[in-house]
Nanobody
Framework: VQLQASGGGAVQAGESLRLSCLAA????????MGWYRQAPGEQRSLVAT??????ATYADSVKGRFTISRDNKNTVHLQMNSLKAEDTAVYYC?????????WGQGTLVTVSS
């Protein structure tokens, strides 16, 4: 399985971006897909996850601004509204099946104030 992330870019504070991640290949029906981010000099941290049944979790810092969704079992999106400078980071998509994780290549989001 390979994850292909897209949608990053440079925006002004207050604007929106939509990230997408496609899991190419056959994946087990029961799984969780999610987005994590890593800012310069910081550790990678959770942004949002969503299970195959649609149950979503969010980091406190993005609640009310970001929305994670799935088109099907293979594609996950992250709608990011009201972006802030502190949202600047490389965003990574992750697929978790049982105890195995697969990471995407990362996409850069830059928010200028």
């Amino acid at each position: 399985v390979q994850l292909q992330a897209s949608g990053g870019g440079a925006v002004q504070a207050g604007e929106s971006l939509r990230l997408s991640c496609l899991a190419a290949g056959n994946i087990f029906l029961v799984n969780t897909m999610g987005w994590y981010r890593q800012a310069p000099g910081e550790q990678r941290s959770l942004v949002a996850t969503i299970t195959n049944t649609g149950a979503a979790t969010y980091a406190d810092s993005v609640k009310g601004r970001f929305t994670i969704s799935r088109d099907n079992k293979n594609t996950v999106h992250l709608q990011m509204n009201s972006l802030k400078a502190e949202d600047t980071a490389v965003y990574y998509c992750k697929l978790t099946v049982l105890n195995s994780n697969v990471w995407g290549q990362g996409t850069l989001v830059t928010v200028s104030s």
